[in-house]
């Protein structure tokens, strides 16, 4: 089945950096990318995501690329605010086979922006 | 926040009992889903139901059981076989199965004692 890695596990940045999460997929059939970010107490909410046919999609100040034929992607967060401190995670959708269209999420990363 | 429900937002257990977490939707939404959350892990997907009436183990299924009788309802029982049952629960649901966004509801958190 799928495997989604998620680096680093931990990130600190200060107010207005930028910040860059990494996932990797194994599954080279998977062709969802969403990406969900978690408030300390709140429920993951759907922050951005991107299909395989797109390289890169920009929403304000966050971006996500993908690298189909390196099967990995990644959460670009520009002019980091306090408020983006959350618990970040990927996922990545399996296109095909008997998991096809399971979602499978990466580890997490908790981002914190220092004022 | 509305439109996917989850109760009760704190359970304790004694060990070796059976409990049943409920998550209810009033989004109209096909697909509903089960993830166990821990430290470090992630969200490891439970079960799913593409419908009503139908489900799926997931990714760590064994000691937990579900039902879908109707479309608003999708409650999860976790059996006295699950070796280690303390966890954060959420509940999510989409449109369908495929490619649509998760909505989740604002969890459990299941105790054993």
């Known amino acids: 089945g799928e495997n989604v890695e998620q680096h680093p596990s931990t990130l600190s940045v200060q107010e207005g950096d930028s910040a860059v999460i990494k996932c990797t997929y194994s599954d080279s059939a998977s062709n969802y990318f969403p990406w969900y970010k978690q408030e300390l107490g709140k429920r993951p909410q759907l922050i951005i995501d991107i299909r395989s046919n797109v390289g890169e999609k920009k929403d304000q100040r966050i971006a996500v690329t993908l690298n189909k034929t390196a099967k990995h992607f990644s959460l670009h967060i520009t002019e980091t605010q306090p408020e983006d401190s959350a618990v970040y995670f990927c996922?990545?959708?399996?296109?095909?086979?008997?998991?096809?269209?399971?979602?499978?999420f990466g580890q997490g990363t908790i981002l914190t922006v220092h004022p | 926040d509305g439109g996917i429900t989850q109760s009760p937002k704190y359970l304790f257990r004694k060990e070796g009992q059976n409990v049943t977490l409920s998550c209810e939707q009033n989004?109209?939404?096909?697909?509903m889903y089960w993830y166990r959350q821990d430290p470090g892990q992630g969200l490891r997907l439970i079960y799913y139901s593409q419908i009503v009436n139908d489900f799926q183990k997931g990714d760590i299924a064994e000691g937990y059981s579900v039902s879908r009788e109707k479309k608003e309802s999708f409650p999860l029982t976790v059996t006295s076989a699950q070796k280690n049952p303390t966890a954060f629960y959420l509940c999510?649901?989409?449109?369908?199965?495929?490619?649509?966004?998760?909505?989740f509801g604002p969890g459990t958190r299941l105790t054993v004692l």
């Open positions: 989004l109209n939404h096909d697909a």
């Open positions: 996922a990545a959708v399996q296109g095909g086979g008997t998991s096809y269209g399971k979602l499978t």
């Open positions: 999510a649901s989409s449109i369908d199965y495929l490619y649509n966004e998760q909505f």
